[in-house]
């Protein structure tokens, strides 16, 4: 299967991406993990993410498309993969029919978080990561680790994003509004969205994501 996840920042992308592939058996592929990764080996890429991510605003595009182009060149995508993060403005939809015509392949469907604003700035706020691998994902107050600040699966020290500051948040979510609900758009008219709510505890929205895929794989 070849699904993009697509929602505002806090919908759960994460969180759902990280069950969702274990139940799939594919790849999670997330532009901002990938980004992070590159920001704590301090490659040249690293350092002008971070620049712009503690902004609120988007990496340009072409570092960004000639990341997922490579990214999607490993062998472990061969069965299909989700992309977290990845459209994130109409340009990127465009090169990523590219890069995928040029594979050979399309994509099967594109699950749409769908969440209230004032949901997602308290999910950002509690938000915690692990500093070893930042698709392990708690929360204050919603998820918590079963030792304060450390990490279940690896024992990791858990940390904030420095991009989850209140004023950041409030950019990210304005570009999420101009850049990003328009592939939406985009790819409903190619007739490949499915939305769901992603209210309800994290079981929940796993629960319905899995079915929507399912759903649109029998379509
Ligand atoms: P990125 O890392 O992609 O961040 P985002 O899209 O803003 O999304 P988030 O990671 O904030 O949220 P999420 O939806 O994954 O939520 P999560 O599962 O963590 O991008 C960061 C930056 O990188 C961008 O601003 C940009 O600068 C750059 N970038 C990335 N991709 C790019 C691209 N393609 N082009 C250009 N620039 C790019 O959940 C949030 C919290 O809520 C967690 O604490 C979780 O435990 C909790 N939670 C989850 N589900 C529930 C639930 N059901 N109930 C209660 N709590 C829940």
């Known amino acids: 299967m070849r699904i993009v996840l697509v929602g505002p920042p806090g919908a759960g992308k994460g969180t759902q991406a990280e069950r969702l592939t274990k139940t799939l058996s594919i790849p999670h592929v997330s532009t901002g993990d990938l980004f992070r990764a590159n920001i704590s080996q ?26 997922v182009k490579d990214r999607l060149q490993h062998a472990d995508t061969e069965n299909g993969f989700l992309l977290d993060g990845f459209p994130r403005n109409t340009a990127q939809a465009v090169a990523l029919d590219e890069i995928l015509k040029e594979f050979g392949i399309a994509l099967d469907g594109v699950l749409d978080l769908e969440v209230p604003e004032e949901e997602v700035v308290g999910r950002i706020a509690g938000r915690r990561l692990c500093r070893n691998d930042s698709q392990h994902i708690y929360h204050v107050i919603y998820k918590q680790p079963a030792a304060e600040g450390v990490c279940d699966e690896c024992g990791g020290e858990l940390y904030q994003r420095s991009d989850d500051s209140e004023e950041t948040v409030r950019t990210r979510l304005e570009v999420y509004h101009t850049e990003t609900e328009p592939i939406i758009d985009y790819y409903r008219k190619q007739g490949l969205v499915t939305t769901i709510s992603a209210l309800g505890t994290v079981d929940e929205v796993t629960e319905r994501a899995i079915a929507a895929l399912r759903e649109n794989a029998n379509d």
């Open 42 to 67: 301090g490659t040249e890429l690293g350092r002008l993410a971070k620049s712009i991510m503690d902004t609120g605003k988007l990496v340009p595009d072409e570092v960004t498309i000639a990341m």
